[in-house]
Nanobody, 114 residues
């Protein structure tokens, strides 16, 4: 099993920045990719950014150039640096770890005020 705990969410003004962290524990050697998803009220959960075991990354088109996903393997932590945030990016942000199953954190609420 893999356990994921997010932190770093909060309230920020439009144009501001937030940095999310996701601490992984348990069977982390089985993880081949880590990702950040978000879900706004009334909307489907969507993949925002993903980092694969080989270090390659993928981003939602609308966040390219503003968001950066990174990992610190020594700390078993994945980060999401979010810059130039927009009000419609207010959502619960979830950390995801992929093994033969998908593991989820409980999420962290981010609110961007206009």
């Amino acid at each position: 099993q893999v356990q994921l705990v997010e932190s770093g969410g909060g309230l920020v003004q439009a144009g501001g920045s937030l940095r999310l962290s996701c601490l992984a524990s348990g069977s982390i050697s089985k993880i081949y990719a880590m990702g950040w998803f978000r879900q706004a009220p009334g909307k489907q959960r969507e993949l925002v950014a993903r980092i694969n075991f080989d270090g390659t990354t993928n981003y939602l088109d609308s966040v390219k150039g503003r968001f950066t996903i990174s990992s610190d393997n020594a700390k078993s932590t994945v980060y999401l640096q979010m810059n130039s945030l927009e009000p419609d990016e207010s959502a619960v942000y979830y950390c995801n770890g992929a093994t033969i199953a998908h593991h989820w954190g409980r999420g962290t609420q981010d609110a961007v005020s206009s």
